[in-house]
């Protein structure tokens, strides 16, 4: 069993930044590969990023360059770093784990999900 819990949302102008971050509790932080996903109103939640238990990453494309994912096993955290916002990041970001992943793309292969944290990008 993991719970997580995210931190780090905010109000932010365009062009700003913000870290997000994600504490797990649990065992074996190590052994998942963890995910940051992004929900707007109306529409479904959508993959963001994700650091798999290897430490390979990948990122959707729409934030490739701008975002980075990393980890502090010993710290059981997962960070999710945010430059060069934008107003459609705008969301609620949730952290998600994961151990028998395939893709990490998709949010149904997630067993455990924080409660989320609201970003805001302001023009």
């Known amino acids: 069993q993991v719970q997580l819990v995210e931190s780090g949302g905010g109000l932010v102008q365009a062009g700003g930044s913000l870290r997000l971050s994600c504490a797990a509790s649990?065992?074996?932080?190590?052994?998942?590969?963890m995910g940051w996903f992004r929900q707007a109103p109306g529409n479904e939640r959508e993959f963001v990023a994700v650091?798999?238990?290897?430490?390979?990453?990948y990122y959707a494309d729409s934030v490739k360059g701008r975002f980075t994912i990393s980890r502090d096993n010993a710290k059981g955290t997962v960070y999710l770093q945010m430059n060069s916002l934008k107003p459609e990041d705008t969301a609620v970001y949730y952290c998600?784990?994961?151990?028998?992943?395939?893709?990490?793309?998709?949010?149904?292969?997630?067993?455990?999900w924080g409660q989320g944290t609201q970003v805001t990008v302001s023009l």
């Open positions: 998600a784990a994961t151990n028998t992943g395939a893709t990490l793309r998709n949010r149904i292969e997630y067993d455990y």
């Open positions: 649990g065992r074996a932080f190590y052994s998942y590969s």
């Open positions: 650091i798999a238990r290897s430490g390979d990453r």
